[in-house]
């Protein structure tokens, strides 16, 4: 896959993710995954499993846009394929947080708040 990365420099402080244009993502179709620098290369390869709504020709994509763009700002990457950086997205991520509250009001103590071992009250 032939990558479409360009590096983007613009003089000042970018104030919208609008002001960026479609060849610094590592996703360009979605706009996700900015790679404007060495961090954000680096993110886009620790949260790559976590796109989620794209296809495998995409992902392929996206892959060639970071190995391109670690090239550009010296990032190391061990990864030779897009199958390395996680094949399986995380599609319950908005089900999760909702699932870990739920287990935590379950495991709640009754009456609210929680009391240390050893404390006593006195009535």
Do not use: C
Request: glycine share 6%.
């Amino acid at each position: 896959m032939r990558a479409t990365w360009k590096p983007h420099e613009k003089h000042g402080r970018l104030t919208k993710q609008s002001d960026l244009p479609d060849s610094v993502y590592a996703f360009p179709a979605t706009r996700k995954e900015p790679l404007t620098d060495a961090r954000h290369v680096r993110n886009a390869v620790a949260r790559f499993d976590q796109v989620t709504g794209v296809s495998d020709r995409e992902r392929a994509l996206a892959f060639a846009n970071i190995k391109k763009a670690a090239e550009y700002y010296g990032v190391d990457l061990s990864e030779s394929s897009w199958h390395d950086l996680g094949v399986r997205p995380q599609r319950n991520r908005k089900a999760a947080p909702r699932k870990a509250v739920a287990t935590r009001k379950r495991k709640a103590p009754a009456g609210g708040a929680s009391r240390k071992k050893g404390s006593r009250t006195s009535a």
